[in-house]
């Protein structure tokens, strides 16, 4: 009955909510008003302020078996495992009825358009008992509304059955969303075992056939592409109509990271790095308009994919161009081509071109000091992980964030096992195989799965750090090494601005995520006389339909919690 509730007054207030989520109410959500769940009743503080051990549990199961759904995402990879039936959910799912006595279920959302498919799960009060999202815009929207729960009293009441899950996330993961004014907490942050964002990687046997060095500057990077150009012909021979001597995708403000944030003042404080922080893609920093400047100089100059703004999420279009060997220089994700084994970018390459072709990374933007500063997520800044109002087995769940964080779990979920997805090496570094079957990961080291944790995170640091050049089947290990150290090269981590609600920011996330892509797009694609007419007034757009407000409530919340200075500890 719950769920038909919600699902009705979701649906009815949806477009005045969106609205209005601004409007200065700070009342809570009843999210626990209308329902107790199951085992909310069971657990309770101690006078002394201990965790109070439930009495639902005997040797941490329950009498009678739950069920829970849990949030995965579906990638559509092309010879993928199915996201919710394979070698690792049955591991799941057979590990949580034994040790828990609760049955998992999966529901696949699909990666690429899942802040609108939660949305709509929310919105139908369908959506799994588990949610995860890297949009937390579109859990406080909810949350305003009534539909998600209030996780602070759980996250402390059954903190003697969940010792895996502090002992992994820690206060500070734990309570990185928690509202300093009214102490409400509508997600827990995923911890990220590597911060590393974005590089930039080129093609190694092109500047060996030109006799070229990589760059190690952005006039150096420019150069570079200019000799791609020019020596199409003899790069790519009767293909020389294809080069595309640098690319980038729709998401420019992601994909070109490194420039944009080398145009940023290196010495920038942290209320201006923060007032202008909403974006990530750093639309509105000071310095970002002189970086995609250049790539708008670039672009005219034939230097840059021509089509790269009619290709949306999800769109196999760039990658089948570097598979095919006809891109000389990207930036993405850090390990980008070395990703999903023998279907990666380079392994692709080297069946296509030759056993010399490759891309490998290069540190090339450099900023005003001269260094290459790249602008990192704290191990917070991960997924967020949310539980909808109409989950009523909350215990439940966070045993199963619980048993997705225990290090053997993790462990095992990122390596399979040993002969089918790894082997183990002398020097006892594990070797990532390529999987057939059930045993694909559809993401890099299973991060579909644990969502507490992204990235490489073996039940010791040592192996960890022996074993993650080695996590990349049919890929150099010295390649992913050489990835790794440019990636952490002159890093910043972000900090935690906790300054509560940002209520101008609540439920235009998505409104203000499609019109950067269209600033960012429309700005690289003009002509060059039209840049800042393009540039400045879709910009204004983008700040007149909610990004001042952001702006503006910013600077005065930072006034207000961090008064006479610009500078966090």
């Given amino acids: 009955m719950k769920k038909k509730v919600l699902s009705i007054l979701l649906a009815n207030t949806m477009v005045l909510s969106l609205a209005a989520c601004g409007s200065g109410d700070t009342t809570q959500p009843a999210a626990n008003a209308d329902s107790t769940p199951k085992a909310e009743s069971s657990a309770a503080a101690s006078s002394d302020g201990e965790a109070k051990t439930t009495s639902e549990l005997t040797d941490g199961k329950f009498a009678e078996t739950r069920h829970i759904t849990v949030e995965v995402y579906d990638r559509g990879n092309d010879g993928g495992s199915d996201p919710t039936n394979n070698m690792y959910t049955e591991y799941i799912k057979k590990g949580m009825l034994e040790d828990h006595n609760v049955e998992v279920e999966f529901v696949k959302v699909p990666r690429w358009t899942e802040v609108d498919e939660i949305n709509n799960l929310l919105a139908a009060g369908t959506a799994p008992d588990i949610c995860v999202t890297y949009s937390y815009p579109t859990i406080k929207t909810y949350a305003e509304m009534g539909g998600v729960q209030d996780l ?18 820690g206060e500070t993961n734990m309570y990185w969303d928690k509202d300093p004014d009214d102490g409400t907490l509508w997600a827990i942050e995923g911890k990220l075992a590597n911060n590393n964002r974005v590089n930039t990687f080129v093609r190694q046997d092109w500047l060996d056939k030109l006799n070229m060095k990589a760059p190690t500057t952005t006039e150096e990077f420019e ?10 012909d003899v790069l790519l021979g009767a293909d020389a109509d294809k080069m595309v001597p640098y690319s980038v995708s729709y998401d420019v403000g992601w994909r070109a990271a490194t420039l944009i944030e080398s145009f940023i003042d290196p010495d920038i404080t942290d209320k201006e790095y923060y007032v202008n922080g909403f974006d990530d893609r750093k639309l509105t920093q000071n310095g970002t308009k002189e970086a995609v400047r250049l790539l708008n100089k670039w672009y005219n100059a034939g230097l840059m994919w021509d089509n790269f703004a009619l290709y949306g999420s999800g769109d196999t279009t760039e990658d089948d161009n570097m598979k095919a060997g006809y891109v000389g220089a990207f930036s993405h994700n850090w390990d980008y081509p070395f990703r999903n084994g023998s279907d990666s970018v380079n392994a692709n390459l080297q069946r296509n071109v030759g056993e010399d072709a490759k891309f490998v990374a290069i540190d090339p933007f450099d900023d005003s000091k001269g260094t290459h500063t790249k602008y990192v997520s704290s191990t917070a800044g991960d997924r967020k992980i949310f539980f909808p109002i109409t989950n009523d087995e909350p215990l439940a769940c966070l045993l199963y964030l619980d048993w997705i964080s225990e290090p053997e779990h993790i462990e095992y979920l990122q390596i399979g096992d040993e002969g089918v997805t790894h082997n183990k090496l002398e020097s006892g570094a594990i070797q990532t195989i390529a999987a057939t079957g059930d045993a694909i990961q559809n993401s890099g080291m299973n991060i579909d799965y644990t969502i507490t944790c992204n990235g490489l995170n073996f039940t010791s640091k040592e192996l960890t750090d022996l074993s993650r050049a080695y996590g990349y089947a049919e890929i150099d290990p010295e390649l992913v090494q050489q990835a790794n150290e440019i990636a952490q090269t002159d890093a910043v981590p972000a900090k935690n601005v906790n300054v509560g609600n940002i209520e101008a920011e609540a439920g235009v996330g998505d409104t203000l995520s499609a019109k950067r892509d269209q600033v960012y797009d429309n700005a690289v694609i003009a002509a060059e006389a039209d840049f ?26 930072w006034d207000e919690y961090f008064p006479g200075t610009d500078m966090l500890p």
């Fill in 532 to 557: 800042d007419k393009v540039w400045d007034s879709m910009l204004a757009d983008y700040l007149s339909a909610g990004g001042q407000a952001i702006i503006d409530e910013r600077t005065a919340k």
């Fill in 223 to 232: 150069e570079m592409l200019i000799a791609f150009r020019d020596n199409a």
């Fill in 152 to 169: 602070s009293s759980y996250v402390e009441d059954y903190k003697n059955e969940i010792p895996n899950l502090w002992n992994w996330l």
